[in-house]
């Protein structure tokens, strides 16, 4: 089909597109930074694709990225000669949004902007942005090893509809053209558009050029000559020596690669050398991902193999309890042509998921045990948001079992409130004298937990007891007996035995009482023959009558309603 063709935008491109003008309108020059992105992730693509096919280099191997603008035609263009786009793919990549979470993140709009704008900052919006200053955006592209008359143009006001047409284009890429809405002539400025490439893009690993400008005496005005420069420092940042990049260099980086729009929590830069050598530059996110759930999401590492771009979500590289981590490992033992395959037998793949993961356990433990309150609230806030996925680490991770134990937090009869701010030193640290176990209650939910009757002989003698509630903390205990030597015991398991907590006055009462309640125990259990296991005399409720309890070697009560709910 040669002739124009107007086509709709997904719905949620509509939404997105009114949301992102009003709420993004106070950080607008971000649309270069996200232009910048696409344009330097066009040309990993190429490079990884031409590693099995030189001939899409066609007779043009430098890949950068030109930045230009226009103040006659109010024009700013982004060229980039690296993948370019089919047909196809320029309908379903600018017409249609492919990010997992974005039926999460549409449900939870709510039509008050200002938290809509928090959102979006969140769910990040790419290309689109650029209609936060332009009021049509044209994109011609071609892509790699087509011919130069497979060419598409792509053009839309960004009201609802894009067009798209062949055209011919001798270059391989991408221009987009941005025609600047009214009162946006601020960035027709070479100062003006450097500025915010140096502040945003100074990571890209590619060159980004711009024309030169010279004063000319005779004119008395500034000319753009035909000569170009590189504007950023177009080397890879993990490349670069730990002192030559800044705080904010890191941070724009970290956008780049996990396409957030928020700032990392934390992260960790290092060169590995010895029998694997490998550069891991990882980065813990401020804010759980909309899919964090999603069974089928990859990972979030980058694999470069000496610079050259491999893959995206190289879940290899990761445990999957980790798989929040964003970043990039650039190894210098992998085979350029390693595919997915080839990574889940490859023993350097494996040494480096060691390492990293080594890496970010150490990341977490430096803010957990800090003495600084900075640091602390951070691993605070890392826990509301990833500790249930750590958790995990407990069953999947054999060898780091000990040092994840350490850095599991829990709600406590301690506490008021259902925070999860309890470690197990700091419970061991308030045990009772005689205690010798780690008690805990599961349920279904926090106030369950923190009114189950198993309770009262705790609270009546002042022992501390964990508050389990969340969905993997029954599996997760499946996997965790003790803790330094501490045995963990459930409140609602078994005979419950309070150890040397009982004084020898208790015991004989106990027994006395047991005794006296014999007969009516008998008779109990042969009315509930078909119902309960065993009937027992309790001595750890104080003001309720009576409750279930799990034998000790069974299934608890709550487990057993999961596994029930789930069908099995
Ligand atoms: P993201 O970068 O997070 O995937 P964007 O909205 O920034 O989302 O871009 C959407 C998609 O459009 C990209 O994933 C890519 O497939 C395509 N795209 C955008 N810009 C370019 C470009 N310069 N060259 C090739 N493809 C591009
Ligand atoms: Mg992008």
Request: charged share 30%; hydrophobic share 35%; proline share 2%.
């Amino acid at each position: 089909v040669s002739e124009k063709q107007t086509l709709g935008f997904q719905a949620e491109v509509k939404q997105l597109l009114q949301l992102m003008i009003h709420s993004l309108y106070s950080n607008k020059e971000i649309f270069l930074r996200e232009l910048v992105s696409n344009a330097s992730d066009a040309a990993d693509k190429l490079r990884f694709e031409a590693i099995n096919n030189g001939a899409l280099f066609e007779n043009d191997p430098e890949l950068k990225i030109k930045v230009a603008f226009d103040k006659a035609a109010r024009t700013i263009t982004i060229s980039d000669n690296g993948i370019g786009m089919s047909r196809d793919e320029a309908i379903s990549h600018l017409g249609t949004i492919a990010k997992s979470g974005t039926k999460e993140f549409f449900s939870k709009l709510s039509g008050d902007q200002q938290k809509d704008a928090a959102l979006i900052g969140q769910f990040g919006v790419g290309f689109y942005s650029a209609f936060i200053i332009a009021d049509k955006i044209t994109v011609d592209t071609r892509r790699a090893g087509a011919t130069a008359t497979e060419g598409v143009r792509w053009e839309s006001t960004g009201a609802g509809d894009f067009s798209i047409e062949a055209i011919d284009k001798a270059s391989r890429g991408t221009d987009i053209t941005l025609h600047l809405r009214e009162g946006e002539d601020e960035y027709l400025s070479a100062w003006k558009l450097k500025s915010i490439i140096r502040k945003y893009s100074d990571h890209i690993s590619l060159p980004i050029v711009m024309q030169k400008e010279e004063w000319d005496e005779e004119k008395k005005e500034t000319v753009v000559k035909d000569e170009f420069e590189t504007v950023n420092q177009a080397s890879a940042l993990w490349a670069r020596s730990k002192s030559d990049i800044s705080e904010e260099q890191y941070v724009e980086f970290y956008k780049h690669v996990s396409h957030d729009f928020e700032a990392p929590l934390t992260y960790t830069h290092n060169r590995v050398e010895g029998r694997s050598e490998y550069t891991q530059l990882l980065y813990v996110p401020s804010r759980a991902p909309f899919d964090l759930w999603d069974r089928n999401k990859r990972g979030g590492i980058k694999l470069y193999v000496k610079r050259v771009f491999i893959m995206d979500d190289a879940e290899q590289l990761m445990p999957v309890y980790l798989r929040f981590v964003k970043g990039v490992i650039d190894s210098s033992d992998l085979p350029l042509n390693v595919s997915r395959e080839i990574l889940q037998e490859s023993r350097d793949v494996r040494v480096i998921r060691e390492g990293s993961t080594k890496r970010v356990l150490g990341l977490l433990e430096e803010l957990a045990n800090s003495d600084d309150q900075a640091q602390k609230d951070k691993y605070a806030s890392f826990w509301k948001e990833f500790g249930q996925v750590l958790k995990e680490g407990i069953g999947e991770d054999a060898t780091n079992k000990e040092r994840i134990a350490k850095l599991l937090r829990f709600a406590s009869t301690s506490n008021d409130g259902d925070a999860q701010t309890v470690s197990f030193a700091d419970y061991i640290g308030r045990m009772k004298e005689g205690q010798d176990k780690i008690y805990y209650a599961t349920g279904e939910t926090f106030a369950a937990a923190k009114n189950s009757p198993h309770l009262e002989i705790f609270r009546k003698k002042g022992v501390e007891v964990l508050l389990l509630t969340d969905r993997v903390d029954e599996w997760m205990l499946s996997f965790l007996q003790d803790f330094e030597g501490k045995e963990l015991a459930s409140v609602a398991k078994g005979g419950l035995d309070l150890g040397t907590l009982e004084d020898e006055a208790e015991k004989k009462q106990h027994e006395e009482t047991e005794t006296q309640f014999k007969d009516l125990v008998e008779k109990m259990k042969s009315a509930l023959a078909d119902k309960a296991k065993d009937v027992r005399v309790t001595f750890r409720l104080t003001d309720s009558p009576a409750c279930l309890v799990a034998d000790e070697n069974e299934l608890s009560g709550n487990l057993l309603r999961m596994l029930k709910a789930a069908g099995q």
